[in-house]
Structures are given as C-alpha cells and as structure tokens.
C-alpha cells in the first residue's frame, strides 16, 4: 500500500476501506478470529496514515475465495426510501433474541469432539438467499441439536460459524459449513457470559426482503449481496448484508432480525461531483 509514499503519509478513506476490505476477507478464509477481525476493523477505522494500515494487513496473504466489502460511511437523510424496495412485510414478526449462559455451577469435563464431524461438501443454494438460509438453518439444527451461535457468516458458497462447544459454554471452535461442517480449529477458551444469537428465532422472510432491495437501497450499481453477517454488535442483535460489484464499489446495511433499520452505509463515488 505504501508504495512510493512514506508511512506518515496521511491515509485516505479510499485506503482504509480498502484495508477492511482485506481484513473481511482473511477472516472469511479463516486467517483472522471473530475477534481479531474486529480489533483490526476498528483500528483501520480510526488509522490516520499508510504506516498504520499497512501494519494491520502485514502478516495476512492474499485471499482469492471471496472480495469481501468494506464499510461505506455516509448515511444521508432521504436515502431509509430506497432500503423498503424488495422488503417483504410479515404479518407475523418472529422475535430474535441474544441470552447470557450462566456459568456452570462446576467444572464440566468436555464431551464433545469437533473432530469427530466427517467434513461433508454436497451442492446447496447459494448461502446468500433465502433457500441458501433455510437449507443452513435446518442443518445446522440437525448437527447440533440447537440453534445457538456466538456469530455466523454467509458467503454465496460456505457459512462460517462460531459457537461453544456442547456442555461445555468455556470453550468455543469455528467450523466452515459446504454442506456439512467441518471443525476449523481445536476448541479455544470463551467467556461463559458471551452473548449468544439463537438462529431459530431469525425472520427469513424479512431478511430475504432485505436482501433483494439491498443493491439499490446502498446505491451500488450492478451490486449483488455477496455475504451476510448475524451476530451481536454494539451489544444489541444484527443482520449486516454486503452489497459489492465487480467495480469493488461497496455498501451494506444492518437490520434487526424484525426488520427494522440500524444502519445504512452507501456507496458514495467520491470521484464524481
């Protein structure tokens, strides 16, 4: 990224996104925890010059499996109209709850073996439309007898998800699901009051609408959604949905599971006047 500049020379919004951008990506492909990926993600937010970018991005390599947006700033009056395009109303709204584990009233010996699950790549829909949520949530379920995840991330062709290990809430292990899922790591510690999402409360129907007005709702051109991120932010539950075009022209917007609007960042072309 330096390049021909110093590292004091000062960074622009160009520039950290496209290190976000970098940062999303590594941790789709499992080079980045959840919570190295949001550490880096903040620090890339506040990074003043190239020098400090660069030291975020150093140790990671190049990830080809999927060109994950960066956050677009810049959420204006007048642009919540086009987030209602595509949105399908429920008559019925599913309420989506996050849950604190107490802690165990002792120590509990580790019953389960990640290893133990047969990695298994069958043909689904792609993870980023309803058919792709419903065929993931009712395999999941069948996995693991429940629908609790501490996050989980959807991309066209695999989920990564993040939950703790059964009977045993201080240890947690990601897996990559391709139809089946296969354990990433051995089980690491986790805080027993970590917050957690339970997927069978998640409104598909309202996400789905969310997802086809998406591209015009965060203006990017020719955009598709390309990843979905559920999970607990600023301590309250979230949908993130990632609209890209092959311009690498970015923007997403963040919903509750009931279908109401956090946030909206769209696209802004900064070259144009």
Same mark, same amino acid.
Request: charged share 25%; net charge negative.
């Given at each position: 990224? *330096? ?22 990506? $590594?941790?789709?492909? #499992?080079?980045?925890?959840? $919570? ?17 970018? +660069? ?57 389960? +073996? ?83 999402? /339970? ?5 598909? +129907?309202? *996400? ?5 007005? $998406? ?12 990843? *979905? ?5 600023? /301590?309250?539950?979230?949908?993130? *949905? ?16 009931? #279908? ?14």
């Amino acid at each position: 990224m *330096i390049g021909r500049h110093s590292p004091s020379t000062r960074a622009r919004d160009a520039d950290r996104a496209a290190v976000r951008a970098r940062l999303d990506a $590594a941790y789709a492909d #499992g080079q980045l925890t959840g $919570a190295e990926h949001e550490a880096r993600d903040a620090r890339a937010d506040a990074a003043g010059t190239l020098g400090e970018l +660069d030291e975020l991005v150093a140790d990671l390599q190049a990830s080809s499996d999927v060109a994950a947006p960066a956050r677009v700033r810049g959420w204006r009056p007048g642009v919540f109209a086009g987030v209602v395009v595509g949105l399908a109303v429920a008559a019925g709204v599913a309420t989506f709850s996050w849950v604190r584990a107490d802690p165990p009233s002792a120590p509990q010996e580790a019953a389960f +073996d990640p290893a133990a699950l047969r990695p298994v790549v069958v043909p689904t829909p792609s993870l980023v439309t309803r058919a792709g949520l419903e065929q993931y949530l009712a395999d999941h379920l069948a996995t693991f007898g429940d629908t609790l995840v501490d996050e989980v991330d959807f991309f066209e062709q695999h989920a990564r998800v993040t939950r703790s290990v059964p009977g045993s809430p201080d240890r947690l292990v990601s897996y990559t699901y391709r139809g089946g899922f296969d354990a990433d790591d051995v089980p690491r510690t986790r805080a027993v009051d970590t917050a957690v999402v /339970d997927l069978a409360t998640l409104d598909v +129907d309202e *996400i789905a609408g969310y997802i086809a007005g $998406a591209p015009q709702s965060v203006g990017v051109p020719d955009g598709t959604v390309g990843h *979905i991120s559920v999970g607990i932010s600023y /301590d309250q539950p979230s949908v993130r *949905i990632f609209v890209s075009n092959t311009a690498r022209e970015t923007g997403y917007l963040e919903v509750t599971p009931q #279908g109401e609007l956090i946030e909206l960042h769209r696209f802004e072309n900064r070259g144009t006047r």
